[in-house]
């Protein structure tokens, strides 16, 4: 069956993460010791013990959440029979790095500098002018698109199409505000702020971007072993020059999830393995990918009867 792996993005967090599989596997107990000394302080304590607010902090939380997927990865590599690559990679939002590490685009030492530093842009972005961002439960993409153009008090668009019936809108905060009222007005079922600290996938993000594309170039991209997924484009990318300029680009564009699944299973894909922390994008799947295979790896208990 056609494979793909899986990459989660920020949300995913949690106190404890990662610290189990780094107990049971010293495959992943590396990666968070590499981790730990190429940012200069201890990420793993902080996955370990929180507290939360910090760990959640935008700049803490992609770094922690890059790391607890490639542990995943490293420890499913050791442990996996068939040695065959996937046949794609796609990753949600900060997860799109993880698919690139995982794909050998980028080494992970330096993906992981892009994604602390990537955490700290868009949080300054976010303290310069304030946004919000917030999930719009039972409307269509047609709908929620209007609903954003009919905003008149700021910049509303639309972030992540997550699912059918979840998509999440962002921008200025009054604007956002106004977004969620016409979207319940046209009929949305819930409405419900994030807790986030900017606008992100919005042109709030521009300082953000253009910071991140000046660090990016200094960073060897690879072409990958296999195609990663862009949430900017929802297309197979092969060429490294492609997958730096669509990280950059993702910043200030909407994540198109729900075409990113459609894009992999029209090409074959049967089997989706979720990495990291959390199963959040294996649940997405119950509507994404119906009636196929999406499985979690993230605890050390998912690797028991491993069949992959």
Excluded at 1 to 13: D, E, I, R
Excluded at 99 to 106: D, N, S
Excluded at 267 to 293: I, M, Q
Aim: proline residues 5%.
């Amino acid at each position: 069956m056609t494979l793909a792996f899986l990459f989660p993005g920020q949300g995913s967090q949690y106190v404890g993460m990662a610290d189990s599989l780094a107990s049971d596997d010293p495959n992943a107990e590396e990666v968070l010791a590499e981790a730990d000394e190429t940012l200069g302080f201890p990420l793993s304590s902080l996955m370990r013990d929180g507290p939360s607010e910090e760990l959640t902090a935008t700049m803490n939380a992609q770094p922690a959440l890059l790391t607890h997927s490639v542990a995943a990865l490293r420890v499913l590599a050791a442990r996996r029979s068939n040695k065959e690559l996937p046949a794609f990679a796609a990753g949600h939002s900060l997860g799109e790095f993880s698919a690139h590490v995982a794909a050998g685009t980028v080494t992970f030492v330096d993906a992981l500098c892009a994604v602390r530093l990537r955490g700290e842009l868009m949080f300054k972005a976010g303290q310069s002018r304030p946004g919000a961002m917030a999930a719009i439960l039972g409307l269509s993409e047609e709908d929620v698109r209007d609903v954003c153009k009919q905003v008149k008090t700021g910049v509303c668009v639309p972030a992540n199409f997550n699912s059918s019936g979840q998509i999440v809108i962002s921008g200025d905060t009054s604007a956002v505000d106004e977004g969620m009222i016409l979207a319940k007005e046209r009929g949305a079922k819930r409405t419900v702020q994030l807790n986030v600290s900017g606008a992100f996938h919005s042109p709030l993000m521009e300082p953000a971007a253009e910071q991140l594309r000046t660090f990016l170039n200094d960073i060897d991209f690879s072409d990958p072993h296999f195609p990663v997924i862009a949430n900017a484009t929802a297309e197979p990318v092969t060429t490294g020059k492609e997958a730096r300029d669509l990280l950059v680009a993702q910043l200030v564009s909407p994540v198109r999830w729900t075409e990113s699944i459609k894009a992999m299973t029209s090409r074959g894909v049967g089997h989706f393995l979720e990495l990291g922390s959390g199963k959040v994008l294996s649940t997405l799947n119950r509507r994404n990918a119906k009636g196929l295979r999406s499985s979690a790896f993230g605890e050390p208990e998912d690797f028991n009867n491993l069949e992959v």
